[in-house]
T-cell receptor, first 111, second 114 residues
Framework: KNEVEQSPQNLTAQEGEFITINCSYS?????LHWLQQHPGGGIVSLFM???GKKKHGRLIATINIQEKHSSLHITASHPRDSAVYIC?????????????FGEGTQLTVNP | EAGVTQSPTHLIKTRGQQATLRCSPI?????VYWYQQALGLGLQFLLW???????NRGNFPPRFSGRQFPNYSSELNVNALELEDSALYLC?????????????FGDGTRLSIL
């Protein structure tokens, strides 16, 4: 069992739809990252959170530490949101600052 | 502010050769992280350098090594290249390795082994 699991693996949506990507983890963490990777390979850090909820534009990230679960929501999705979304957790201080990654969710938003 | 820069963008080598990948962190960042993303696989942690020293290492053989220079830039060296080393290698940097700071990623170096 992977330490970080994402669902779904693939997601196809129509422009304008509300999208949710889920991330569950099995280890104690100090922070959780949501990353976006475009086809060229470059990665953009969307959020880093350790509790509660963060919002940036049409993106919202939530985390429930007790349930070891996080969600990334995209409101009013757009074709330019098409990318791979990756959840990564930063474990406790004994592991330094290494990140452990989920497998990613391939999102395709059709016009 | 310039982001994390990696060079080269693409690198083609043959089995048994050695590859050197370079990373320049964001100005003011002292920590540099290296990750491997092999085709069809998720990102895997490789190495973490902070203040010139190797602080943590992922589950990779010793032929993967690196260093961090006084200006905080970093090199990743892969010796005795194998076909399975073909991957996208990503570098990230952050302000301090031990505190909860976000990591900023470069665009990666795509290493192809023929």
């Amino acid at each position: 069992k992977n330490e970080v699991e994402q669902s779904p693996q693939n997601l196809t949506a129509q422009e304008g739809e509300f999208i949710t990507i889920n991330c569950s983890y099995s280890v104690g963490i100090s922070a959780l990252h949501w990353l976006q990777q475009h086809p060229g390979g470059g990665i953009v850090s969307l959020f880093m959170l350790s509790s509660g909820k963060k919002k940036h534009g049409r993106l919202i990230a939530t985390i429930n530490i007790q349930e070891k679960h996080s969600s990334l929501h995209i409101t009013a999705s757009h074709p330019r949101d098409s990318a791979v979304y990756i959840c990564a957790v930063r474990e406790g201080e004994t592991s330094g600052s290494r990140l452990t990654f989920g497998e990613g969710t391939q999102l395709t938003v059709n016009p | 502010e310039a982001g994390v820069t990696q060079s080269p963008t693409h690198l083609i080598k043959t089995r048994g050769q050695q590859a050197t990948l370079r990373c320049s962190p964001i100005s003011g960042h002292t920590s540099v992280y290296w990750y491997q993303q092999a085709l069809g696989l998720g990102l895997q942690f490789l190495l973490w350098y902070d203040e010139g020293e190797e602080r943590n290492r992922g589950n990779f053989p010793p032929r993967f090594s690196g260093r961090q220079f006084p200006n905080y830039s970093s090199e990743l060296n892969v010796n005795a290249l194998e076909l399975e080393d073909s991957a996208l290698y990503l570098c990230a940097s952050s302000i301090q390795g031990y505190s909860n700071q976000p990591q900023h990623f470069g665009d990666g170096t795509r290493l192809s082994i023929l």
